[in-house]
């Protein structure tokens, strides 16, 4: 069974930075891309970054390029998600996820398993 754990969230001022953490456990880690989502209260979940199996390509939402960075270490099956620059309306719940294929997809429904959740804060 595929366990996904997120890690790394935590209050934070406007201006500052977070990295989060997605620790996998279950198959090989190596042999599928990934992705990150959040969810902030009464909004839909919606698209951060997706990584590819190597790392070797990425894709972000249009709010989060430039400041946040998303790769992979496949021999610690961990994802990293850097947030650099936080804006108050980055404040969400944080959700790591990863499905059946090596590119990634902005679309959740593409993914089979996901974490727990981690909630980041950005205060002004």
């Known amino acids: 069974q595929v366990q996904l754990v997120e890690s790394g969230g935590g209050l934070v001022q406007a201006g500052g930075s977070l990295r989060l953490s997605c620790a996998a456990a279950?198959?090989?880690?190596?042999?599928?891309?990934m992705g990150w989502f959040r969810q902030a209260p009464g909004k839909e979940r919606e698209f951060v970054a997706a990584i590819s199996s190597s790392g070797f390509s990425a894709d972000y939402a249009d709010s989060v390029k430039g400041r946040f960075t998303v790769s992979r270490d496949n021999a610690k099956n961990t994802m990293y998600l850097q947030m650099n620059s936080l804006k108050p309306e980055d404040t969400a719940v944080y959700y790591c996820a990863t499905g059946s294929g090596r590119r990634g997809s902005s679309w959740p429904g593409w993914y089979d398993y996901w974490g727990q959740g981690t909630q980041v804060t950005v205060s002004s």
């Open positions: 279950g198959r090989t880690f190596s042999s599928y891309a």
